[in-house]
């Protein structure tokens, strides 16, 4: 049918094109889901299209997709199709308002409670390596995501920005044996994902005042605050 519509405009165009598009993804995950039986679909991605393709063909077949809250949720009406989903977790109250609240489809929220593993542990012995290692002043060091924002839909940190600025810290370290640095980095893999800086990272670690806490999601920033000057 779709095929057989001769568009008048560039808009119609681009409709028919995007409606074949969908037509040809939804189809795919369709057929996934009827050839293993798939009915019921979690998946914690967010503000993806691929999310929608997913959604509307577990509806095809009658079955239900589940969703989670990622990261602290804001208030806000924005999120529009980041979680299409007919049942989602959230963390507590405040995310399941700020959910409602959104753009999104609000059929069952669930509230899981925090989902990792917050054990505050002893890092006063942290603080004491410092020390004997010299330092007299620590910095927390908190980041977030970077890319080279090759595509529309995400506009991070650039990638080259985020290299130059843990590049300067590593250097402050290795030339100030009195401070020492504490990183708390949103993901474990942004360190990981900065190749260039793998040999200076090492070299700032074996001085003993470098440390880069490898629970990202079990830990918060606030566990540092009592043991760092800045």
Known sequence: KI????????IEKWFKKESL????????????????????????????????????AIDLIKGYSIGKEKGVMVSGEGYFGYYPHHIFFTWGKRSADYYLNSMNIHKNILLSGYPYNYIQSDISKL???????????????????????????????Y????????????????????????????????????????NLYDEAKSTGRCFIESDSYGKTSLDFINITDL
């Open 21 to 56: 598009r969908l037509l040809k993804k939804v189809n795919f995950w369709y057929k996934l889901f009827s050839d293993y039986n798939v009915k019921i679909h979690i998946d914690s991605s967010e503000d993806e299209e691929v999310n929608i393709f997913k959604s509307i």
């Open 159 to 198: 990638t080259p920005i985020i290299e130059s600025f843990y590049r300067a810290f590593f250097k402050l370290i290795l030339n100030n044996k009195s401070i020492s640095l504490i990183i708390k980095s949103k993901k474990p893999e942004i360190i990981d994902s900065l190749p260039l800086l793998h």
């Open 127 to 157: 603080k004491s390596k410092f020390e004997n290692k010299g330092s007299c002043f620590t910095l927390l060091l908190m980041d977030n995501a970077h890319s080279f924002n090759k595509t529309h839909s995400h506009q991070l940190i």
């Open 3 to 10: 095929n057989d519509c001769y568009p008048y405009d560039n």
